[in-house]
């Protein structure tokens, strides 16, 4: 006896075939088949026909003595059923509520011969889950001359794609290409940890995730991969402590401010765009394209849900996870497979030994001595957030909201007055850090910076001692300057520029650079030259914003 299992649509009715092999004559079935009630249903107070089909005789019994259990039941010795190989008989159930439900046999479950004696029959079990519409993917990244560690692409396969890493670059690992997933606070080390894919430990796509690379040919892939079917609760991506590679496995582009509201979340989704520098993003882009991105999870969620869109192939097919009770990270949810290495790198070029892992202890910004291949070193941006703290804990993410319509966050509030300095090298801008002030709020307001890795310059506003580290920071009105760390390559000068000060007024900025006591007054000359020293390059300042 066996039971075929089925794929579903949510809403749809479905008919579950129960079928016999290797029977000789049949005089007498019995089953007991139970399903998951918030799963699959029948017809409430429905008679045999609207319980089963197709059964070999009419006069079949069925009925659900109770929600997720159906008894079936035949008796006539005097004219048994030949047993042909076949389907005996269907299940109807009238609606598929949506996620997973066994169709499974009980232990009372018999069929006799005419002589009433039972066979000594196997029983095999079935299920329902939802159907995946499969999803055509050709998709293409192109790697200019893997000279600059800016070169570097966070890349998202969509659907439940199962594809290593290695699957979809050529050369070899290390010298023709190189894969990185991130940790989180898995590490051990602060909230962001770089993890090299490496042998032993591969890097394998799944739904909603995503990994960093670097290659001498192209990244690509072009092939069919399942969808991620739509549930009845909310399509989820897992998520860990700390900052999260994440992508959109649905084929659907989702705006961000509805994600936002979907799991009462205020963190900034960021786009690594062309040139290397991190961008804010208001869409979370299907990985259709193979658009990655970086979130910051200060809530300790368990899983970012989407917003439900009822069109098909959506979410993933298993559940949202509940939140952790604990705060440790699985490195796994980063990577999709066995967690990468998770030393830190001493350099982020494709070298000869690269393959081997990565040494231990962690990396301060770029190298003198980088490997090359065919004379094409990658250099080492700034270095991750190795020093900064845990973030506290919120509150229960929000009850999801009844329709998507209704997902819409609320409005940036405006501060009294922001501007934003832009680090420019060699006419190319290369990082920026908006600050401000607001006289309406008590604590400040902040968007976390995510990593460096891969930015040859970076601008941050600092909490204190250093960490976190802001990409944002709206002050009240009473706090004092804002602390700023500038990195960059060691002996260089890099410009920052200042704009938006038209809306300070009369208030006039001025920029200190704390090992020198060199000053700039921005509002007479809105940009300044800041040369960066040897060896560490990277220079704290102070801005002040005198009231006029």
Same mark, same amino acid.
């Given at each position: ?32 088949? @139970? !399903? ?64 997973? =439900? ?6 009372? &479950? ?22 995946? %519409? ?7 990244? /192109? ?8 070169? !570097?692409?966070?890349?998202? *396969? ?9 699957? %979809? ?27 090299? $894919?490496? +042998?032993?430990?591969? $890097? ?12 001498? =040919? ?32 649905? /084929? ?7 994600? /936002? ?24 882009? &299907? ?5 990655? !991105? ?18 098909? =192939? ?5 559940? +949202? ?24 790198? &001493? ?18 910004? +770029? ?30 993410? @929000? ?46 307001? @902040? !968007? ?24 944002? /920071? ?29 809306? *300070? ?44």
């Amino acid at each position: 006896m066996s039971i075929e299992s089925q794929e579903a649509t949510v809403g749809d009715p479905v008919d579950v075939p129960v079928a016999i092999s290797g029977f000789g004559e049949i005089g007498s079935v019995f089953f007991v088949i @139970t !399903y998951d009630p918030e799963v699959l249903s029948f017809p409430e107070g429905e008679g045999v026909d609207e319980l089963i089909s197709d059964p070999p005789r009419s006069d079949f019994e069925a009925n659900v003595p109770e929600p997720g259990e159906i008894r079936i039941s035949w008796l006539d010795a005097s004219s048994p059923l030949p047993g042909e190989d076949g389907v005996l008989l269907k299940l109807t159930f009238s609606t598929y509520e949506g996620g997973e =439900s066994s169709i499974a046999f009980g232990m009372e &479950s018999e069929m006799g011969g005419p002589q009433a004696s039972a066979y000594g029959a196997s029983y095999q079990d079935g299920e329902v889950k939802n159907a995946t %519409t499969p999803i055509d993917v050709s998709v293409r990244r /192109q790697f200019e001359d893997a000279a600059d560690s800016s070169d !570097y692409e966070l890349v998202a *396969l969509p659907g439940q794609p199962g594809v290593a890493l290695d699957e %979809t670059v050529t050369g070899e690992r290390g010298t023709g290409w190189r894969g990185f997933g991130e940790g989180g606070a898995s590490g051990g080390s602060g909230e962001a940890n770089l993890q090299e $894919c490496v +042998p032993g430990a591969p $890097c394998t796509f799944q739904s909603g995730n995503g990994f960093w690379v670097i290659s001498q =040919s192209d990244w690509s892939f072009q092939g069919t991969v399942p969808g991620v079917p739509a549930e009845s609760d909310l399509p989820s991506i897992p998520l860990q402590d700390g900052w999260n590679i994440v992508s959109n496995p649905l /084929q659907q582009d989702l705006s961000w401010a509805s994600v /936002q509201s979907e799991n009462g979340l205020n963190e900034t989704l960021w786009r690594w765009a062309d040139g290397g520098e991190w961008e804010k993003a208001s869409t979370l882009s &299907s990985s259709v394209g193979g658009e990655a !991105y970086y979130l910051f999870n200060g809530a300790g969620l368990d899983s970012l849900d989407l917003p439900l869109i009822r069109t098909g =192939s959506l979410g993933p097919s298993s559940a +949202p996870a509940k939140r952790r009770v604990s705060s440790a990270a699985s490195s796994s949810a980063a990577s999709g497979s066995a967690a990468p290495s998770s030393a830190a790198p &001493s350099s982020m070029g494709l070298s000869s030994v690269a393959s081997s892992g990565m040494q231990d202890g962690s990396y301060s910004g +770029p190298r003198d001595h980088l490997s090359q291949i065919q004379r094409k070193p990658v250099s080492l941006g700034a270095a991750p957030n190795a020093d900064a703290t845990a973030s506290e804990r919120a509150a229960l993410k @929000t009850k999801a909201l009844e329709t998507e319509a209704s997902e819409t966050k609320a409005p940036e509030k405006v501060a009294e007055w922001t501007l934003e300095i832009h680090a420019e090298v060699g006419g190319k801008r290369a990082a920026s850090v908006t600050l401000g002030k607001d006289p309406s709020i008590e604590k400040q307001e @902040t !968007y976390r910076a995510p990593p460096g890795y891969f930015s040859e310059t970076t601008l941050h506003a600092t909490g204190e001692g250093g960490s976190p580290k802001f990409a944002r /920071q709206i002050l009240p009105a009473g706090a004092g300057s804002f602390s700023l760390l500038l990195k960059g390559r060691p002996d260089s000068d890099v410009r920052l520029v200042a704009t938006g000060l038209s809306g *300070l007024g009369a208030r006039r900025p001025v920029l200190v650079e704390e090992k020198t006591g060199e000053t700039h007054d921005l509002k007479a000359k809105p940009s300044a030259v800041v040369s960066l020293p040897e060896g560490e390059g990277e220079a704290p300042l102070l801005l002040h914003v005198r009231e006029k």
